[in-house]
């Protein structure tokens, strides 16, 4: 009996002992499987005045993407998104239903009374996951003004039960009112959310955007009062406003505060790429820690991918910006190459103070035979002097001397300088500004500011209080030699490779699209120039923008098209191509999605080492316990069928007592695992870092 008893224990010492095995293997599993998690985490944080990734520095450019709770295409449209270097989207959990202001939604994050919708916080948290995934950070712009009667008070509440929900996630940061200044949120209401944020966590970042023509001191003096961790200031809607991002970002820059420009404006008519790239390299060189590609192709994304409602212009632009950030110093105050024209052409002029490869489309010397209206002051200004010109060109304002400002204005401003009986001047302010005069654009000297010129009715030039200072606008061109300059080739624009051989066209998408709507050509040896047939044999001509590899071509359906089916071809100096696809054309309505989806699909596969594990050890959790339970039946069923066979009562008992330990040994894995981040047990998994969907 004795030894029968010494037998049991050393057995059942040798079973604990290779559970403790296996249970100090799983826990050494958790742990790594933990830190791998917390490793994959895409962490936003701040540095001075600029924005980290990862500990890392980084100027950061983000998109317009407000609907992205309803967004069908979300992989596809980050994956787009991230493959053109744009590292962020900034998105409004309350939006207005299709876009359209005024127009309430019924599915929105914060209703009317202050409840959060829990299957519209589960939308939220997937996108914030997602775009972790992919290394992108997440601008959640909250809106008190999309919701019908919603009051400050459950507003804050709501807003704060919000973000303490998303308190795991480390890749974003929050606009606690968009545009508050515009929406009746007070300094006070502003302030006292942030301290009840920062009552959370002082680590979440949280800013309070301002708009509706707001200076930039303005919005300086907002943030500070209020302790914002930002600068979030919304440009105004003016002519050529690409041309005061950097004057705006350094007046921005005097809060100490990291400068967000959030939402300049979004493409209009008349406008092309080359303006919203002066605009995001003035917020680079000026020194801000962000910018935002505003466009209304996020506006509404319920049925529709983010790509299929750019236009040919924003695509452009989202192809163009990364090689021009490249060549701009951040913070280096307009010492940059400027933005390359969206066309060349054979511009010729003086070279004047101009650098080689570059001419003076106008500008003038402010000497002291040069007086304006207010004692002290001396100013002069010419029209555009360059010839050849194709508008519009980019370059860049341009001044050497010490002291003084160099401007360009609508020729309408007249003359700046005083002549007595002739004309009256220009008078300025204590602060040294024209007084009701319209400048365009403007730079300090010594400076230089990338600008871009629509047409030719301007006129250019400088004012100082130490004459002589020149002013000049200075674009690519030919020097025609005035001033005894050698000629100097313009720079060459970076344009697509020639064609190497005949095009060849594989697809159209969509096949069916609205008026004014892009759509995309894909083959070989493209070019710019496509020509549409109708069905009633006449010929359309339309210029597109070609990739560098040129198998694609973007373009617009005309506004004035008619309804109906088009052929569409392509003639060249090396070949002529038809379309296996014809385009049909509506007039009126929505634009059509892609038809066909580019991008490869990864929406619930794992995309990093941290999804892969979690995805195998959850499916470890479900197979251990089908496991146990198999183990249980088939246990009872040799039992039950043993027929008082003791041997087999005895396998029995031992496969039972086998699927015990394996069921603790379950159990405690997921107390471990609930003990490490409550999230890893839920059924929806929302990880720092790793992302899955049910």
């Known amino acids: 009996m004795t030894a029968r008893l010494i037998w049991v224990k050393i057995e059942l010492m040798e079973k604990l002992k290779n559970n403790f095995v296996i249970g100090i293997f799983l826990a050494v599993f958790l742990v790594f499987f933990a830190f791998v998690s917390n490793a994959s985490a895409t962490t936003l944080g701040i540095n001075g005045t600029k924005f980290t990734i990862n500990n890392q520095v980084k100027f950061l450019v983000l998109v317009s993407y407000f609907d992205?709770?309803?967004?069908?295409?979300?992989?596809?449209?980050?994956?787009?998104?991230?493959?053109?270097?744009?590292?962020?989207?900034?998105?409004?959990?309350?939006?207005?239903?299709?876009?359209?202001?005024g127009n309430y939604s019924n599915t929105v994050l914060i209703d009317s009374?202050?409840?959060?919708?829990?299957?519209?916080?589960?939308?939220?948290?997937?996108?914030?996951?997602?775009?972790?995934?992919?290394?992108?950070?997440?601008?959640?712009?909250?809106?008190?003004?999309?919701?019908?009667?919603?009051?400050?008070?459950d507003y804050k509440?709501?807003?704060?039960?919000?973000?303490?929900?998303?308190?795991?996630?480390?890749?974003?940061?929050?606009?606690?009112?968009?545009?508050?200044?515009?929406?009746?949120?007070?300094?006070?209401?502003?302030?006292?959310?942030?301290?009840?944020?920062?009552?959370?966590?002082?680590?979440?970042?949280?800013?309070?955007?301002?708009?509706?023509?707001?200076?930039?001191?303005?919005?300086?003096?907002?943030?500070?009062?209020?302790?914002?961790?930002?600068?979030?200031?919304?440009?105004?809607?003016?002519?050529?406003?690409?041309?005061?991002?950097?004057?705006?970002?350094?007046?921005?820059?005097?809060?100490?505060?990291?400068?967000?420009?959030?939402?300049p404006d979004r493409f209009?008519?008349?406008?092309?790429?080359?303006?919203?790239?002066?605009?995001?390299?003035?917020?680079?060189?000026?020194?801000?820690?962000?910018?935002?590609?505003?466009?209304?192709?996020?506006?509404?994304?319920?049925?529709?991918?983010?790509?299929?409602?750019?236009?040919?212009?924003?695509?452009?632009?989202?192809?163009?910006?990364?090689?021009i950030l490249s060549e701009v110093t951040w913070g280096g105050g307009g010492n940059n190459p400027p933005v390359p024209p969206p066309s060349g052409g054979g511009a010729i002029g003086p070279q004047g103070i101009c650098p080689s490869g570059y001419i003076e489309l106008t500008g003038a010397n402010a000497s002291s035979a040069d007086p304006t209206a207010t004692a002290g002051y001396f100013c002069d200004n010419d029209p555009v002097e360059a010839t050849g010109v194709t508008y519009p060109v980019s370059g860049f304002l341009y001044c050497k001397s010490s002291g003084g400002v160099a401007f360009y204005a609508p020729d309408s401003v007249g003359s700046c300088n005083f002549r007595e009986g002739i004309r009256p001047g220009w008078s300025f302010d204590s602060n040294g500004r024209p007084i009701e005069i319209d400048i365009y654009s403007q730079v300090n000297c010594p400076g230089r500011l990338n600008v871009t010129i629509?047409?030719?009715?301007?006129?250019?030039?400088?004012?100082?209080?130490?004459?002589?200072?020149?002013?000049?606008?200075?674009?690519?061109?030919?020097?025609?030699?005035?001033?005894?300059?050698?000629?100097?080739?313009?720079?060459?624009?970076p344009l697509p490779g020639s064609p190497t051989g005949p095009p060849q066209i594989t697809a159209v998408n969509p096949t069916k699209a609205a008026t004014g709507q892009a759509v995309e050509i894909y083959g070989t040896n493209l070019i710019e120039n496509i020509k549409l047939e109708f069905s009633d044999g006449k010929f359309y001509t339309v210029t597109g923008v070609v990739d560098v590899q040129r198998t694609t071509v973007d373009f617009d359906v005309p506004l004035e098209f008619s309804a109906g089916v088009y052929k569409i071809s392509m003639v060249g100096s090396s070949g002529s191509a038809t379309s296996p696809q014809n385009l049909e054309v509506i007039v009126g309505g929505p634009g059509f999605p892609l038809s066909v989806n580019l991008n490869t699909p990864t929406q619930g596969l794992p995309t990093d080492l941290g999804s892969l594990i979690e995805q195998i050890f959850s499916w470890s959790l479900s197979i251990l316990g089908i496991a146990v339970f198999v183990m249980f039946f088939y246990?009872?069923?040799?039992?039950?069928?043993?027929?008082?066979?003791?041997?087999?009562?005895?396998?029995?008992?031992?496969?039972?007592?086998?699927?015990?330990?394996?069921?603790?040994?379950?159990?405690?894995?997921?107390?471990?695992?609930?003990?490490?981040?409550?999230?890893?047990?839920k059924n929806t998994v929302n990880l720092p870092g790793l992302g899955t969907e049910e």
């Open 268 to 323: 209009r008519s008349g406008m092309n790429s080359a303006n919203f790239l002066t605009s995001i390299s003035g917020a680079k060189s000026g020194g801000a820690a962000a910018w935002t590609f505003h466009t209304n192709a996020g506006f509404d994304l319920d049925g529709s991918s983010f790509q299929s409602k750019l236009n040919s212009t924003e695509k452009d632009f989202l192809n163009k910006f990364q090689q």
């Open 454 to 493: 629509n047409n030719s009715s301007i006129t250019g030039g400088a004012w100082t209080t130490n004459p002589s200072t020149e002013g000049v606008v200075c674009i690519p061109g030919t020097p025609n030699g005035n001033g005894n300059n050698p000629p100097v080739p313009p720079p060459s624009v």
């Open 157 to 263: 509440n709501a807003v704060e039960a919000t973000i303490r929900d998303l308190l795991e996630y480390r890749n974003v940061f929050y606009d606690l009112q968009n545009e508050a200044n515009c929406n009746n949120f007070t300094e006070q209401d502003a302030s006292n959310l942030r301290q009840i944020i920062k009552n959370i966590s002082s680590n979440i970042i949280v800013s309070t955007s301002l708009a509706c023509g707001i200076s930039p001191s303005g919005t300086t003096s907002f943030t500070i009062n209020t302790g914002m961790d930002l600068v979030n200031h919304h440009e105004d809607r003016v002519t050529n406003w690409w041309n005061t991002t950097q004057n705006i970002t350094q007046s921005l820059l005097s809060s100490g505060k990291p400068v967000y420009l959030g939402e």
């Open 68 to 101: 992205a709770l309803d967004a069908q295409n979300l992989n596809a449209d980050l994956d787009y998104l991230k493959s053109n270097g744009v590292d962020g989207i900034r998105i409004l959990p309350n939006w207005w239903a299709n876009g359209q202001g």
């Open 635 to 681: 246990s009872g069923f040799l039992w039950l069928t043993a027929a008082g066979n003791t041997s087999k009562i005895g396998e029995a008992k031992t496969h039972m007592t086998n699927a015990v330990f394996g069921a603790i040994l379950l159990l405690s894995s997921y107390l471990i695992l609930y003990t490490i981040n409550p999230d890893l047990v």
């Open 113 to 153: 009374s202050g409840n959060i919708s829990p299957g519209q916080l589960n939308i939220l948290k997937n996108v914030i996951t997602q775009a972790n995934n992919k290394g992108m950070v997440v601008d959640i712009s909250f809106t008190r003004e999309t919701v019908q009667n919603l009051s400050v008070s």
